[in-house]
């Protein structure tokens, strides 16, 4: 099973700053990396697929970058509804895994 | 639009069953693998079974292998789950998804809640 490990668990930042999460892989996952974002009492919503791909209706200032085994979500200028659960997942391997997520908070 | 609503939940006591169903509209049903993941209270996200598209193989997570049957009815436009066996530790919201053989899961339902007491 490839294990996702994905940090920091916790980052708080301000309307405005940017944000880094990081998905790191027990082993190489190739590309087959998606990024979700998830609100409490919500369904989880794709945001990145494919390690660098944006879903239908996400915006600009979410992208994702990486290969094989490290990977990385970057939020360029967080907004209000940013401020959510981040989750990623592989779909290289079965079966497919989650990363713990990260909360990013307002801090 | 996409739309996926999950029905079937509800309380069941340890050992007993039940038959989760994903009604999907708004996109061709019959042409996209499909996928029950679960969250249990305050976790994270957990995968548990793929069904594809084509030959309809099937795939599950260990934890519920075994146990859990993944089914589609492509004429009705339905995934089901039939949980049988069920442990306290199933419980959790439990959503369908689309994709998850080739693609990521690009569209979810609003979730249902199984609790199963201990």
């Known amino acids: 099973e490839i294990v996702l490990t994905q940090s920091p668990a916790t980052l708080s930042l301000s309307p405005g700053e940017r944000a880094t999460l990081s998905c790191r892989a027990s082993?190489?996952?190739?590309?087959?990396l998606a990024w979700y974002q998830q609100k409490p009492g919500r369904a989880p919503r794709l945001l990145i697929y494919d390690a660098s791909n944006r879903a239908t209706g996400i915006p600009a200032r979410f992208s994702g970058s990486g290969s094989g085994t490290d990977f990385t979500l970057t939020i360029s200028s967080l907004e209000p509804e940013d401020f959510a659960f981040y989750f990623c997942?592989?779909?290289?391997?079965?079966?497919?895994?989650f990363g713990q997520g990260t909360k990013v908070e307002i801090k | 639009e996409v739309q996926l609503l999950e029905s079937g939940g509800g309380v069941v006591q340890p050992g007993g069953s039940l038959r989760l169903s994903c009604a999907a509209s708004g996109f061709t049903f019959s042409s996209h693998s499909m996928t029950w993941v679960r969250q249990a209270p305050g976790k994270g996200l957990e995968w548990v079974s793929t069904?594809?598209?084509?030959?309809?193989?099937?795939y599950y997570a260990d934890s519920v292998a075994g146990r859990f049957t993944i089914s589609r009815d492509n004429s009705e436009n339905t995934l089901h789950l039939q949980m049988n066996s069920l442990r306290a530790e199933d419980t959790a919201v439990y959503y369908c998804?689309?994709?998850?053989?080739?693609?990521?899961?690009?569209?979810w339902g609003q979730g249902i809640l199984v609790p199963v007491p201990s």
């Open positions: 069904i594809r598209a084509t030959n309809g193989d099937t």
């Open positions: 997942q592989q779909r290289s391997n079965w079966p497919r895994t």
């Open positions: 082993q190489s996952v190739s590309g087959y």
């Open positions: 998804a689309r994709g998850g053989f080739t693609s990521s899961f690009d569209s």
